[in-house]
Structures are given as structure tokens and as C-alpha cells.
């Protein structure tokens, strides 16, 4: 039998944390081409925030429960 081999704790968080960091860097070079991409930019982003609080609605009453 061969022996398992045990995941490298952390491997996840570099990775989600790399493929953030690249993706923030497409957004601020895709903002900064005009003004007017920077404003469908500002657009896509509040979309995505608030994407993220209709899918995420219990952990967002968590987190305006605490302030």
C-alpha cells in the first residue's frame, strides 16, 4: 500500500489569495484605460458586492448585528 501523502496546510489560502491578488490587479488595469471603463468598472464591482450579499445573507445580518 503506498503511503498517503498529507496536503501542504495553507496551499489553498496562497493560491485563493494569488488568483484575488490578479484579479484586483485586472480590475485597476481595466479602470485606469478611461474614464469611462473606470465607471463600468465601479459598476461591476458594487455588482459583485452585491451578489455576494444576496448569496451570503445570514453571515451579512452577523456582521451588521455586531456594529
Known amino acids: 500500500m ?3 501523502t498529507a496536503k501542504q496546510p495553507g496551499s489553498d489560502i496562497v493560491i ?3 488568483i ?3 484579479g484586483v490587479g485586472v480590475f485597476t488595469i481595466l479602470a485606469g484605460i478611461s474614464d469611462d471603463m473606470g465607471a463600468v ?3 461591476i464591482m458594487w455588482g459583485i458586492v452585491l ?3 444576496l448569496l ?3 453571515e451579512f445580518q452577523k456582521i451588521v ?3
Do not use: D, P, Q
Open 2 to 4: 503506498a503511503a498517503k
Open 16 to 18: 485563493t489569495t494569488a
Open 20 to 22: 484575488e491578488l490578479l
Open 41 to 43: 468598472m465601479v459598476v
Open 51 to 53: 451578489g455576494w450579499f
Open 56 to 58: 451570503h445573507t445570514a
Open 65 to 67: 448585528g455586531s456594529l
